[in-house]
């Protein structure tokens, strides 16, 4: 009789599962594809990706998120990279690429280390020190920055902007961008900066040049007059925004209205014209004569108000409603026997005008908006939808320079300034999280290392003439893609702010660490495919 065991399943059927180092090995090669997968678009130098969805929609791009977003990544570790990504989009809105490449070559230097046989959570454990450092060193570097230095908050957008397509118009779109911040931006009693990103609206048109697009000192709306007899500008407008339709509401329970003669019929339809007049009137005797209303606007009403010369928009969005109250200082209604003169908001114009094929709605030279929009225009889709990204990434930066009112260069030069000083704080640590923090060191060399390589230069001689530069206590110096030499990013107007920076690399080092700590990964099994489904009956070979 023989002593073997009958094997014991825990698992379902079909449920794969790797363990030990082949799964760390998995993880890691699907995380450091994916940041290979970006960084080429890395720099000023750095190309574009064009993707193509299943529907057949086609998105030209370097903007790192947006990239890995449309590629629909499957793999559960990569999709761990991808939220990196996504973090530094929703915290900074720009350095999504930097972020994700940081990630990968973090990964790639332990993965050296993991052949050493360095025990996982020592690499963890070294890189969680290496990152608390290497914020300190960032913080000590970074130089003060408040919105009166205009000059170099435009360069901020200046590097926000540069290598997208939009790069043609840098001078125009980086002041715009400032100039939105500022209006938008409020300081409160403890000096501290609040900025809500919602409260620039990006409007994207297509037509005309990246040059032509524009700030405006209040609102755009996809909206035309209800009607054609409406005004088509109205100066010094008085704004009443409503959020109740303007139109006889049908009874709550079903109601049976019984007409016996033809003279009733008439009676009940002049009643129900006399009602929409009424409800024109509550609005006229406000003293409005431009009216947004988030519902519908019935006919006559429509007709009444035309009548009265007043500017009329419906179904306007809520989010559009909120904006405009920001902008022109009117309150949303909801009772129309509410409405008075102080509920009202003022502009300098309103005005509808025809961009391309559609018309718009101008809501301009409002007195202190707190809501401004951005018309982007270019000459096709696509660029249109690219310069409205890179308009992202810079209105991001701006404010993220402003909300900390810290800046650093760009151009690789910090990450090679806080590898040099990591390599220092190294040499003080016994013990083999020693290694960790060198390999951490190490790996931030990637991103000048990326930028030489994108722009076509030898990254081994760049990287030698960067070390020596710092050594010499240019800490600065960085690569000048154009130039393929060394210089100073400061000087050169290549500056970012230092909320980029600490975000990219802590978020990094964060989904590294956690990678490196999985070592069994279980995917669940397919149902069987025997038993019946929820879904659609057979069809019958439809």
């Not at 990968?104 to 969680?128: C, M, N, S």
């Not at 990326?450 to 600065?476: C, F, R, S, V, Y």
């Not at 960085?478 to 230092?498: C, N």
Request: with cysteine.
């Amino acid at each position: 009789m023989s002593n073997q065991v009958q094997p014991i399943f825990i698992l379902p059927q079909d449920t794969q599962r790797t363990t030990g180092k082949s799964a760390q090995r998995n993880n890691i090669a699907a995380a450091k594809l994916v940041a290979d997968t970006v960084r080429t678009t890395l720099g000023p130098k750095g190309m574009d990706k064009m993707i193509v969805d299943s529907l057949g929609d086609i998105t030209v791009t370097n903007d790192g998120v947006t990239i890995l977003e449309e590629m629909q990544i499957e793999h559960p570790a990569a999709k761990m990279v991808v939220e990196v990504a996504k973090t530094q989009e929703a915290e900074v809105g720009d350095g999504t690429t930097t972020a994700v490449v940081i990630a990968g070559e973090l990964l790639r230097k332990a993965e050296f280390l993991l052949d050493q046989q360095v025990h996982p959570t020592v690499i963890a454990r070294g890189y969680r020190i290496a990152n608390e450092k290497a914020m300190e060193i960032l913080n000590e570097l970074a130089e003060p920055v408040t919105e009166k230095d205009d000059a170099i908050l435009r360069k901020i957008a200046g590097t926000a902007v540069t290598g997208k397509s939009a790069e043609i118009a840098k001078e125009k779109l980086s002041e715009i961008a400032v100039k939105a911040v500022k209006r938008v931006m409020e300081r409160d009693a403890a000096g501290h900066v609040h900025f809500d990103k919602e409260h620039i609206k990006l409007e994207k048109k297509v037509g005309g040049a990246v040059e032509d697009t524009e700030l405006i000192d209040g609102i755009v709306l996809e909206k035309e007059a209800v009607h054609p007899q409406m005004p088509k500008l109205v100066a010094s407008p008085k704004i009443a925004l409503i959020d109740v339709a303007i139109e006889i509401k049908d009874t709550e329970i079903d109601a049976k209205i019984e007409i016996t003669q033809p003279s009733q019929m008439q009676a009940f339809l002049d009643q129900e014209e006399r009602m929409l007049k009424a409800m024109v009137d509550k609005i006229l005797a406000s003293g409005a004569n431009v009216v947004f209303c988030q519902k519908g606007i019935d006919d006559m009403a429509q007709h009444f108000l035309a009548k009265q010369g007043i500017y009329a928009a419906r179904r306007v969005k809520k989010s559009d409603m909120e904006a405009l109250a920001r902008a022109t200082g009117g309150h949303i209604i909801s009772s129309l026997d509410d409405i008075s003169a102080s509920d009202l908001g003022h502009a300098g114009r309103v005005e509808e005008l025809k961009i391309g094929d559609e018309e718009l709605t101008y809501i301009t030279g409002c007195k202190n908006p707190k809501s401004v929009t951005i018309l982007v225009r270019g000459g096709t889709q696509h660029i249109v939808d690219e310069v409205r990204r890179a308009m992202t990434d810079a209105i991001g930066d701006v404010a993220a320079a402003l909300k900390i009112g810290k800046i650093v260069a760009g151009a690789g030069a910090p990450e090679l300034e806080v590898s040099r000083e990591l390599r220092k704080f190294a040499d003080s640590l016994s013990g083999r999280e020693q290694l960790a923090v060198l390999a951490f060191a190490e790996a931030l060399e990637v991103i000048p290392r990326t930028l030489a390589e994108n722009a076509g230069m030898d990254p081994i001689d760049i990287i030698t003439e960067l070390k020596n530069a710092h050594d010499k206590k240019q800490k600065w110096a960085g690569v000048d893609v154009s130039a393929g030499k060394v210089m100073d990013a400061w000087k050169a107007g290549v500056l970012e702010p230092l909320k980029i920076k600490t975000q990219a690399i802590s978020s990094a080092s964060e989904v590294a660490q956690m990678i490196l700590r999985i070592d069994d990964v279980i995917a669940g099994g397919k149902q069987d495919s025997r038993a019946p489904s929820q879904g659609m009956p057979d069809m019958g070979g439809m």
